[in-house]
């Protein structure tokens, strides 16, 4: 629902659409912006590059007040460097350059420590570029 959700945003062709469709598509995206804050699954959205383009409501109380606006930094900079961090980076860059969705690649936090997650990585192309929407699922010990 959030991949097809985000997709539509981008490419939603508001000039050409009646005023009342705009208007009906405001009130949807309202609602799905409403259902999207209330997910307990952490998400987060970033750029081709690995930039951070948006956070979950979820993710923000995980990562704590000190952490909650990480946009435009470094994705990779929350996970521990401990990690095999060369090889998610290929995966990562994999999905954003060929659109293979990657289920399945275990992340740990660096803060706080210890919280591990399985990510799922899927590509979002749009005109402003590929973004990379990742589903963070707590892993359990």
């Known amino acids: ?75 990779f900079s929350l996970f521990s460097t401990a990690q095999n961090r060369g090889e998610f980076i290929r995966i990562y860059l994999e999905t954003a350059d060929n659109s293979i969705p990657h289920p399945g690649v275990n992340l740990t936090l660096a803060d706080p420590p210890h919280t591990h997650f399985v990510a799922t990585l899927s590509s979002l192309p749009s005109s402003k570029g590929t973004s990379v929407l990742i589903l963070l699922t707590p892993k359990l010990a």
Request: proline fraction near 8%.
């Open 1 to 75: 629902m959030l991949l097809s959700y985000l997709l539509i945003q981008e490419h939603s062709p508001y000039p050409l659409v009646r005023t009342s469709s705009r208007e009906k598509l405001r009130r949807q995206q309202s609602e799905i912006e409403t259902i999207l804050s209330l997910m307990p699954q952490p998400w987060l959205l970033a750029d081709s590059s690995g930039n951070i383009l948006r956070i979950s409501s979820a993710l923000e109380n995980i990562l704590g007040p000190s952490r909650a606006n990480l946009t435009n930094t470094p994705f």
